[in-house]
């Protein structure tokens, strides 16, 4: 089940609702990474109370371990990880793909070995799908290959961008008569491949809408390539997806991406970004991104964000958060991660508002002034 | 400030509340030890949630990071580390004591290199006391030698314990001399030492309470004797203390040894078991103890204890949290860590109870029954 309703356009920029069976998703919207079911460090309490409508889980990983079996007995992820509202799984082609000596791609598939226990596992587009109905995963993403940006240190040429475009587009046509015979209940998005090639981009993009999906991705982004040729790409693809389905931006990014996305009409994002730079000391902020290591903070006062409303802003200082990173506390990823994504839900909930009120071009100027001031 | 108010007795156990400078404390009463002025994987925001009262930290781990200047600047430890509740801080003599080799002993006071930066300092009752008042803890300990069981293979006889009992006597005097002459306005605790020697424990309560401080520890317990020897310690020497003022255990213990503390008169204990066994997987319950590796959880839909009220219990299955541990998640030691806690101060709740209504001795058979069941 999907419904999309179109609330508001302001630009490029779109205002809707998603309606999924674990209930609704304002857009545009980000989803936090959820890999092993979990996203990193944060309860899903916590999580919706910062707003999050929907997370992402990855089949790969959950593939692995737990494996389906434990799952099955859970009725899918929501009741096993806790989350009632709506999920979003990859299909495991990036993961595997990320593999890279470790796999064999053919038409068939992708055979590779667990790097869990070393078990020959072989994915392919109806095992992706079989996996993710047991997940019952809101959204279902189709398998592809992610094609590469470069490999072995040679960018990757028209032609390999091509067959790896039309081996995915087979791949989609696999994974939704699949998705029928399972008679999965949920919603197949269809994922744009052809790298760096607007042509190929609208090959891709004009097969996938016969295809008639409830839902369209871009893929083979944020995979290493440059950041003007991803803008570049984010700057021609989405808009010219069906308008009437949602539109997701695979595994990207900044705020400032994220900022771009919207602008071009993209509707859903996901990335580890927030979570793994909170692990790593680095906050996001209204004012600029802030290194919570550098020993500046050691006795300040203030939070992190003077104008975030979340809990570790509420109640705790830029010291005694540089003082937890410094001793190892586990405390120090929680807080940090709690408020990177918090800076991202809020980021979607005032560029959903600017849309509403067609203001989103005065929006961005301040959001890009105020980001470029400095915490 | 301290005032304390005896409000039942059921045989030597005794139900009171503790008054101090930041609010009530109800006793018996377990401590969640904050080290580094954090509760391993736990908010403070959850940690009043679930019913703390009072937090320990650690003065010789706050001394070397972040340092005094530091929370000085936060007018001590309670805004620094977002907890408006009581706090307890030790004098850091455990852990000098706890650094052997690297740390020489005189009357003056415990030399050592700091194992942080290799800084030599020297940690004195004065020091203590000086870093204590900055901290600004509601419960301050007096500096003290903890007479080890054993050094280098050998128990510790009378000669030894009767010396380092006396040191800690002479130490006891200096820190109280200093607490009053830094007009430090919370309490301040001597500590009972002697070994594992009833009549050199007699000695120092006796010397102790001719000083009539506001509150008596228990010292030199847990430090690697046999359990009898503790055990026997325990039912000794609280019930020899000064009965119009509180009590407290250092260091102990598992469940059945709070049991047996509370059951000699003891008010107050504070371990790191709860949470450094939640981060082992080591998990009590109501049934017995939980071992949360073992595969037989893999699939087990039951939460870790049925009867148990906290968020981890409420939310998530046993073969979730199997699942985030075998993969190294955060979220497992968090949850398991909330559910430890909990556990601890639900099991201190019950205490109290119990002897408020006079049925000490039939709750402790009951505990001691369905802890026997397993899990």
Not at 42 to 48: E, G, R, T, Y
Request: hydrophobic share 40%; glycine share 10%.
């Amino acid at each position: 089940m999907l419904e999309f309703e179109l609330l508001a356009t302001d630009g490029l920029a779109r205002r809707a609702r998603l309606r999924l069976n674990h209930g609704v998703v304002d857009t545009p919207q980000f989803m936090p990474v959820g890999t092993y079911g979990s996203v990193k460090g944060v309860l899903p309490a916590a999580l919706a109370q910062m707003g999050a409508q929907i997370i992402l889980g990855n089949t790969f990983h959950l593939w692995l371990r737990p494996g389906v079996d434990v799952i099955r007995t859970f009725e899918g992820l929501h009741r096993f990880e806790g989350w009632s509202q709506s999920i979003l799984t990859d299909s495991g082609g990036f993961q595997v793909w990320s593999l890279g000596a470790m796999r064999t791609i053919s038409e068939e598939g992708v055979r590779f070995a667990s790097p869990v226990n070393g078990d020959r596992l072989f994915l392919t587009p109806e095992v992706s799908m079989q996996i993710q109905t047991v997940l019952n995963s809101d959204v279902v993403m189709q398998f592809d290959e992610c094609t590469p940006y470069e490999s072995g240190g040679r960018i990757t040429d028209e032609g390999a961008a091509r067959a790896s475009m039309e081996l995915s587009l087979r791949w989609a046509r696999r994974c939704s008569a699949e998705f029928e015979r399972l008679e999965n209940p949920n919603a197949l998005f269809g994922i744009v491949q052809g790298g760096m090639f607007e042509a190929l981009r609208e090959q891709s993009l004009a097969q996938l809408a016969e295809m008639d999906l409830p839902g369209y991705a871009i893929g083979g982004v944020s995979v290493g390539e440059p950041k003007q040729d991803m803008r570049r790409i984010v700057a021609h693809t989405p808009q010219r997806l069906p308008p009437h389905k949602p539109r997701y931006l695979m595994g990207v990014g900044t705020p400032e991406d994220l900022v771009d996305g919207v602008a071009h009409g993209v509707d859903l994002f996901d990335c580890v970004m927030p979570t793994r730079n909170a692990r790593n000391g680095h906050l996001f902020t209204r004012f600029g991104d802030l290194r919570l290591r550098n020993a500046r903070y050691k006795d300040d006062p203030r939070p992190i964000d003077e104008t975030c409303g979340c809990h570790a802003c509420g109640q705790f200082s830029r010291a005694y958060l540089h003082h937890l990173d410094r001793c190892g506390e586990m405390l120090a990823p929680m807080l940090t991660s709690l408020h990177n994504l918090h800076f991202y839900l809020q980021l979607m909930r005032e560029m959903r508002e600017a849309i509403e009120q067609r203001r989103f071009a005065a929006w961005r100027t301040q959001f890009e002034a105020d980001r470029a001031r400095g915490p």
